[in-house]
């Protein structure tokens, strides 16, 4: 049986979509009161538990065979990564873990606060000695969807700098995940996911302007400048210095390697940026939902 965290979010939803489409045994991990997707039938039993609850962690993860770790971005994501781990040592079963975590981990940056959280999440569950595989996704493609009114009107300013980026689809992630959760030989594996080009954002804003059907322009804003966008747009201060940081990951090339992860996993190569903008065009317009 396989248990799903994160399972009511981006990725995780769709994970557990393909895995009941194949038949297999899936428990999804869902917070007491979280919305379940629609897609889910009546055969998909999820177990209420939180990260920061161990005893209904226990209870969600008993007879778990796999365990999708896929905390939320938040302060307190290592705790809740470690969190799980700890629950899957208590079963007993040495469930392999299948952690979730984000490309450029393998490059130990300094400052980067979401990299270094999944960093010391792995650190934790390579010492407890059960078996574990690695997701390092990208960006996701889908992130931009969040940027549509920027797109719409025809500014993407980032402090992203000029250096390309292969951001993957969110999608090509759900199904590498279900390879990696289902296969066999994926043990001590870590696979780097993206998309099969990397981009320069001022490429993004030309896909995006095709999409929409106006230019769309990029502007590499300063670091400074972007944290105080977000901060007076609402966002949690912690998030905000924490996107800051991984788009200066960004600026200085260190998210522009493009690998054949996906291909490997799923046997088919990963959905390329433009195909997506042509995809979500609507969406990115303002005339439909994603
Ligand atoms: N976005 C990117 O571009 C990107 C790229 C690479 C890696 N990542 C990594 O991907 C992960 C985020 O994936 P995502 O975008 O699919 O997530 P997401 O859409 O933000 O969903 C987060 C999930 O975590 C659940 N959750 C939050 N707090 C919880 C708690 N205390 N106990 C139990 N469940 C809880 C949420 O449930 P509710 O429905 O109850 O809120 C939801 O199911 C992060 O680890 C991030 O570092 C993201």
Redesign the pocket.
């Known amino acids: 049986m396989i248990v799903v965290?994160?399972?009511?979010?981006?990725?995780?939803?769709q994970v557990v979509t393909r895995l009941q489409d194949r038949g297999t045994d899936v428990r999804p991990?869902?917070?007491a009161?979280?919305?379940v997707p629609a897609e889910w039938g009546a055969g998909v039993v999820p177990a209420v538990?939180?990260?920061?609850?161990p005893a209904s962690l226990d209870a969600a993860l008993a007879g778990a065979d796999v365990v999708y770790l896929?905390?939320?971005?938040?302060p307190d994501?290592a705790t809740?990564e470690r969190n799980v781990i700890d629950a899957a040592v208590r079963t007993g079963r040495r469930p392999r873990i299948v952690l979730?975590?984000?490309?450029g981990m393998g490059q130990r940056p300094d400052g980067v606060r979401?990299?270094a959280?999944?960093n010391s999440g792995l650190d934790h569950l390579v010492a407890t000695g059960l078996p574990w595989t690695v997701l390092?996704?990208?960006?996701?493609f889908?992130?931009f969807l969040g940027m549509a009114d920027a797109v719409r009107g025809g500014h993407l300013a980032l402090p992203a700098g000029t250096s390309p980026v292969s951001?993957?689809d969110?999608r090509d992630?759900a199904d590498s995940a279900v390879e990696a959760l289902t296969g066999d030989g994926h043990e001590g594996a870590v696979y780097t996911l993206t998309g099969p080009a990397a981009l320069s954002h001022a490429q993004i804003a030309g896909h995006l302007g095709v999409a929409v059907g106006h230019s769309v322009e990029y502007e590499a804003v300063r670091p400074e400048a972007a944290l105080a966008g977000m901060l007076g747009a609402g966002w949690d201060r912690w998030r905000a210095e924490g996107l800051v940081e991984l788009y200066g990951l960004y600026a200085a090339g260190g998210a522009a390697a493009v690998t054949s992860d996906v291909e490997k996993l799923t046997g088919r190569p990963a959905r390329s940026f433009d195909a997506f903008t042509d995809e979500y065009a609507g969406v990115l317009r303002g005339e439909g939902s994603h």
């Not at 965290?5 to 939803?13: L, N, P």
């Open positions: 965290s994160g399972a009511t979010g981006t990725v995780g939803s991990l869902v917070r009161g979280s919305a538990a939180d990260f920061t609850d896929l905390v939320a971005v938040h994501m809740h979730h975590a984000a490309a979401f990299l959280a999944h390092a996704p990208n960006g996701f889908q992130n951001y993957v969110a992630v």
